[in-house]
Antibody
Framework: QVTLKESGPVLVKPTETLTLTCTVS??????????VSWIRQPPGKALEWLAH???????SYSTSLKSSLTISKDTSKSQVVLTMTNLDPVDTATYYC???????????????WGQGTLVTVSS | SYELTQPPSVSVSPGQTARITCSGD??????AYWYQQKSGQAPVLVIY???KRPSGIPERFSGSSSGTMATLTISGAPVEDEADYYC????????FGGGTKLTVL
């Protein structure tokens, strides 16, 4: 059974750094066809992809947020960590991690999602 | 930057067919994926690679793509399919559409 679970602070102050952890089970982060992505959703708004990491350690970031994001993984702990620096109230959102599957064309999609964690940025 | 455009809302009566469109310049050469998000829940994949249905997704969900437009069709939509639906594709990065709120009543 594949599961993903996000953990991290509920409340963060502006300008601080956010660190979120995604703990996965039911699959290995060393699987060549799989990876993990972070996606967020501000209240009442659309989904926004943030970053992903594959077993090869290939990483990719949202162009608009690239300078503030870092993604990493610890395969032995089955964890993927996202850090976001210099937070602003507009970063208030539910943050999801999701498993990536590569499709037949080499593109990828999200076949399993965590329940999400709401992070509020406020002083 | 690459964008996917969806109608903000679609409304049907129970048992009718709902069609949700998604337009994007890269769709002729990139697959479309569709996610359903019910209120307060995480998204769920309902269609991948334009038209394939994951295990456990009802047959009433189908997808198609032609040119710059992908379409999610829900045949005979029950009230329980009321949700937000997002299309998604990848170009140089992952892009989600703005979402379509499907109302079934």
């Amino acid at each position: 059974q594949v599961t993903l679970k996000e953990s991290g602070p509920v409340l963060v102050k502006p300008t601080e750094t956010l660190t979120l952890t995604c703990t996965v089970s039911g699959f290995s982060l060393s699987n060549a066809r799989m990876g993990v992505s972070w996606i967020r959703q501000p209240p009442g708004k659309a989904l926004e992809w943030l970053a992903h990491i594959f077993s090869s350690d290939e990483k990719s970031y949202s162009t608009s947020l690239k300078s503030s994001l870092t993604i990493s993984k610890d395969t032995s702990k089955s964890q993927v960590v996202l850090t976001m620096t210099n937070l602003d109230p507009v970063d208030t959102a539910t943050y999801y991690c999701a498993r990536i599957r590569r499709d037949s064309s080499g593109d990828y999609y999200f076949d399993f999602w965590g329940q999400g964690t709401l992070v509020t940025v406020s002083s | 930057s690459y964008e996917l455009t969806q109608p903000p809302s679609v409304s049907v009566s129970p048992g009718q067919t709902a069609r949700i469109t998604c337009s994007g310049d890269s769709l002729p050469k990139k697959y479309a994926y569709w996610y359903q998000q019910k209120s307060g829940q995480a998204p769920v994949l309902v269609i991948y690679e334009d038209s394939k249905r994951p295990s456990g997704i009802p047959e009433r969900f189908s997808g198609s793509s032609s040119g710059t437009m992908a379409t999610l069709t829900i045949s005979g939509a029950p009230v329980e399919d009321e949700a937000d639906y997002y299309c998604c594709s990848t170009d140089s990065s992952v892009v989600f559409g703005g979402g379509t709120k499907l109302t079934v009543l």
